[in-house]
T-cell receptor
Framework: DTGVSQDPRHKITKRGQNVTFRCDPISEHNRLYWYRQTLGQGPEFLTY????????KSRLLSDRFSAERPKGSFSTLEIQRTEQGDSAMYLC?????????????FGPGTRLTVL | LAKTTQPISMDSYEGQEVNITCSHNNIATNDYITWYQQFPSQGPRFIIQ???TKVTNEVASLFIPADRKSSTLSLPRVSLSDTAVYYC??????????????FGSGTRLQVQP
């Protein structure tokens, strides 16, 4: 499978704990994005990387959220001191300059439940 | 960012053509119009993108009038597997270089046998 992969697919945690999600983009895709989606809503943009540089961050990305893409390949999204409001599907996407301008390839997501 | 308005839900039957219209009155000159499809428990999937007039691919057609204030996604001869949420997005303005996608709430299409 050469699509975007995310790990884990499901995560249940208690309020106040830290969680980390991993995203592996499609090989040679230099652009990587994180989105968050709650039930019944469309995905909301969180942050964007081009190679290892984080070029754009949403105001949704509070101080408790941090994302990295250390070698321009996989990326991690960490949430510290989780809150119940963080419960959502966290989606990763990747793209290449060779695709349509708004064409992003999404992974299956990590569903986070904060108890 | 240009805001989009699309119907909350639509129903259709297998074999029919489905047209989903999206309004985007504040679209910027260089914005693209893009449609995504999302099945439950999956990430969205790119369907089609256009700037003006008509674009067609193996999955759908996209009709954009001259004023670009709306667009219509046309799905020919839908099947049960087309039951999904369809999102209309406006943006990707190459002048700004901004690459974040802005999704609305989408249109839930239910295809009946």
């Amino acid at each position: 499978d050469t699509g975007v992969s995310q790990d884990p697919r499901h995560k249940i945690t208690k309020r106040g704990q830290n969680v980390t999600f991993r995203c592996d983009p499609i090989s040679e895709h230099n652009r990587l994005y994180w989105y968050r989606q709650t039930l019944g809503q469309g995905p909301e943009f969180l942050t964007y990387f081009q190679n290892e540089a984080q070029l754009e961050k949403s105001r949704l990305l509070s101080d408790r959220f941090s994302a990295e893409r250390p070698k321009g390949s996989f990326s991690t999204l960490e949430i510290q001191r989780t809150e119940q409001g963080d419960s959502a599907m966290y989606l990763c996407a990747s793209s290449t300059s060779l695709a349509f301008y708004n064409e992003q390839f999404f992974g299956p997501g990590t569903r986070l439940t904060v108890l | 960012l240009a805001k989009t308005t699309q119907p909350i839900s639509m129903d259709s039957y297998e074999g029919q053509e489905v047209n989903i219209t999206c309004s985007h009155n504040n679209i910027a000159t260089n914005d693209y119009i893009t449609w995504y499809q999302q099945f439950p428990s999956q990430g969205p999937r790119f369907i089609i993108q256009g700037y003006k007039t008509k674009v067609t691919n193996e999955v759908a057609s996209l009709f954009i009038p001259a004023d670009r204030k709306s667009s219509t996604l046309s799905l020919p001869r839908v099947s049960l597997s087309d039951t999904a949420v369809y999102y209309c997005l406006v943006g990707g303005n190459m002048d700004t270089g901004r690459r974040a996608l802005t999704f609305g709430s989408g249109t839930r299409l239910q295809v009946q046998p």
